[in-house]
């Protein structure tokens, strides 16, 4: 297994993501002797904030009389005496594209041969390793903010949650110095297909998502789907009418490798009987395919190719 770095990365993706995310995840307070230092608190942690805002929006739809999906986990993240919100109308665009994210992951996972690997981009408190029924030996991987990941599993774990039978589970912390290395160290096969979902995870700008496309693009073998949610801060610089947004979309992706697909919110929700009011939300779903070979891959097909000319230079001169 070669699992290379990503050809042509001068800096770590994720450092670019979590140097931008910790600018929102400390306030700056005065110390007694008034000097500043900066607090991490969970009060004024927007990361945290927003994994437990998504967390409660699936453990309200789960305690609907008919709900899209069921999460038995959400409520460990909770005090008994937490009270939910009233259902907002984003609030079903994220409960939309949660579902169809869950039916995508578990529908590729069963039906591509081979494909055994996972990897989660999250908010930390994502609960799909334990939720989906997932292939025996499946390897999953998370990726996210390791404060928010160690807080949840230590919940999770309080409260029972069990992965499916053979399957391996491992974190990558977001704010690992190299993402790609930390992810070969695990166990990741860059020679076998895999899956990526993103949902959740702190991308602050159109230049951080880029970098982690590039990651992805190295790692994925050819054939393999990312998909997901491109956050609304992403998007928001380029919205426009839905062709201009789909133009953007499919030159950012191509121009990394892969072939994307946008995925309308108001057909999704038909095709589980919701219907959505009009109104701008910025966030868009998407499915792309891999069409490049991955960097293991290529490293793979140049050991070969060197070695049957080695071969061919052999065969010659023993002619001679």
């Known amino acids: 297994m070669y699992c290379s770095s990503v050809v042509g990365f001068s800096h770590n993706p994720a450092n670019v993501i979590f140097r931008q995310s910790i600018a929102y995840t400390s306030k700056i307070c005065a110390s007694k002797n008034g000097s500043l230092r900066a607090k991490v608190n969970d009060e004024y942690d927007p990361l945290l904030q927003a994994a437990i805002s998504a967390a409660s929006l699936r453990l309200q739809e789960t305690l ?3 709900p899209l999906f069921h999460d038995p986990y959400a409520g460990c993240f909770f005090p008994r005496q937490f009270r939910l919100d009233d259902k ?4 079903l665009h994220y409960l939309l594209a949660t579902k169809f ?5 578990v529908g590729f996972s069963n039906q591509t041969d081979g494909l055994k690997q996972v990897v989660l981009l999250t908010d930390g408190m994502d609960t799909r390793p334990y939720r989906l029924s997932w292939p025996a030996s499946t390897r999953i991987f998370d990726i996210s903010p390791d404060r928010i990941f160690r807080e949840a599993t230590e919940k999770l774990q309080r409260n029972g949650a069990k992965l499916p039978k053979g399957c391996l589970f491992r974190h990558i912390p977001l704010e690992s110095s190299n993402i790609q290395q930390t992810l ?3 166990g990741f096969n860059g020679n076998r297909p ?5 949902q959740g995870l702190p991308v602050m700008n159109l230049s951080s998502f880029e970098e982690m496309l590039i990651t992805v693009s ?5 054939g393999c789907f990312f998909l997901g949610v491109l956050p609304a801060r992403v998007v928001e610089t380029n919205i426009g009418t839905e062709s201009s947004v789909r133009q953007w979309m499919e030159k950012l992706f191509l121009s990394n490798g892969f072939r994307v697909e946008m995925v309308n919110h108001e057909e999704v929700a038909r095709s589980f009987g919701k219907l959505l009011a009009p109104g701008n939300y910025k966030s868009v779903l998407f499915v792309a395919e891999q069409l ?8 793979t097909w140049r050991s070969e190719f060197q070695r049957l000319e080695e071969e061919g230079d052999e065969e010659g001169f023993e002619e001679l």
């Open 64 to 66: 609907q009389p008919e």
């Open 88 to 91: 907002k109308q984003c609030s």
């Open 101 to 105: 994210i869950d039916d995508k992951l």
């Open 184 to 186: 070969c160290a695990d």
């Open 194 to 198: 895999s899956i990526w979902a993103i």
């Open 218 to 222: 190295g790692l994925a073998t050819k």
């Open 292 to 299: 490049r070979f991955s960097d293991d891959q290529m490293e």
